[in-house]
């Protein structure tokens, strides 16, 4: 009998796992990031009614979404009080911004929710911020009341890697691909990681600070169009080169194709083509120029989350054509 890895019944990361589904280009769209230190337990998501005033609540979501911000919440791994008493403590907020021509961290505290209304989150520095503390934050997501998943295989994970590396270990709220658990996103780079076991985590880690990127766990770098993301991984895999910032983006477009004409093996008619860039940099060279269309496709109806009632669709991206520019 042919396991249904479609059924609820089943958590998600074992599905996905056992349909063979691939993590690459599966990294959050977002390049800029608030960080809210947050010990309790968390809610399904970040700005939970039942953590904050519904008002304060409303008005700091607004303007992350003006601000194109994703909100994270965070807390140090291990055991979290379930409730608090007395005066609130001084809590961290982190700004990141995962942008190339920027990659930094910028800190900040506060103690009441309505302190982080003052943030002006379209700015590049928003409020009285400094880049004094940590720079090499390890996210990872163990939000099992998002996802179970998260929740199971994350909390080792973050345990492991807080006792064994230098990187600023956080739990941390919903970073989305809940069936790549346990996932971890490092910031400032904003490299995204999936699949991960303790072990595997740390000598993701051990690559990363070593100038190389995990090919089998790596999801992707965060703030990137996903047939940008795409195109990255077909490159460097058939470059054969994993070295951070080897294979960066050059430009990313749609590629209209004319109506009755297709690429080989693939029909351009009504498919979501794109025309992708991309620069590979090598010693002494300044770098070669590599042009790609990229073809998007969706993919049948499947779970992607434990908490997901219904099958969802997404499209995954493929090389059609891969050519050196002159």
């Known amino acids: 009998m042919t396991e249904d890895t479609s059924s609820p019944s089943m958590r998600c990361?074992?599905?996905a796992w056992t349909r063979g589904e691939p993590l690459a280009a599966s990294a959050v769209r977002y390049h800029r990031f608030l960080l809210l230190e947050v010990p309790g337990p968390w809610g399904s998501s970040a700005l939970d009614e039942k953590r904050m005033d519904a008002g304060v609540v409303r008005r700091l979501a607004q303007a992350a979404a003006d601000a194109d911000t994703h909100v994270v919440l965070i807390r140090r791994p291990g055991r979290h009080p379930s409730g608090e008493s007395g005066s609130r403590p001084a809590r961290a907020w982190a700004f990141a911004d995962t942008s190339p021509e920027a990659e930094q961290v910028l800190w900040g505290a506060w103690r009441d929710p309505a302190d982080l209304l003052s943030l002006d989150l379209g700015a590049a520095i928003p409020g009285e911020a400094n880049a004094a503390g940590p720079q090499r934050l390890a996210l990872v997501c163990t939000n099992g009341k998002r996802d179970q998943c998260c929740a199971i295989r994350g909390r080792p994970v973050a345990a492991a890697i807080a006792a064994a590396t230098d990187w600023d270990t956080w739990e941390c709220s919903h970073l989305g691909g809940h069936r790549f658990a346990a996932t971890i996103m490092l910031l400032p780079a904003g490299d995204m990681f999936g699949w991960l076991d303790p072990e595997s985590a740390l000598e993701v880690l051990r690559q990363f600070d070593a100038g190389h990127l995990a090919p089998s766990h790596y999801r992707g770098r965060s703030g990137q169009p996903f047939p940008?993301?795409?195109?990255?991984?077909?490159?460097?895999?058939?470059?054969e080169d994993f070295r951070r910032g080897a294979v960066q983006v050059f430009s990313v477009r749609p590629a209209p194709a004319e109506p009755g004409t297709g690429w080989p093996g693939h029909p351009a008619d009504g498919a979501d083509l794109w025309e992708v860039e991309i620069i590979h940099r090598t010693e002494p060279s300044l770098g070669t120029v590599y042009r790609m269309i990229m073809a998007g496709s969706p993919v049948a109806p499947t779970?992607?989350?434990c908490a997901d009632s219904k099958p969802k669709v997404e499209v995954r991206y493929e090389a059609l054509s891969f050519s050196r520019v002159s």
């Open 13 to 15: 990361a074992d599905a």
């Open 228 to 239: 940008a993301q795409a195109a990255l991984h077909a490159a460097a895999v058939r470059l």
């Open 303 to 305: 779970i992607l989350s």
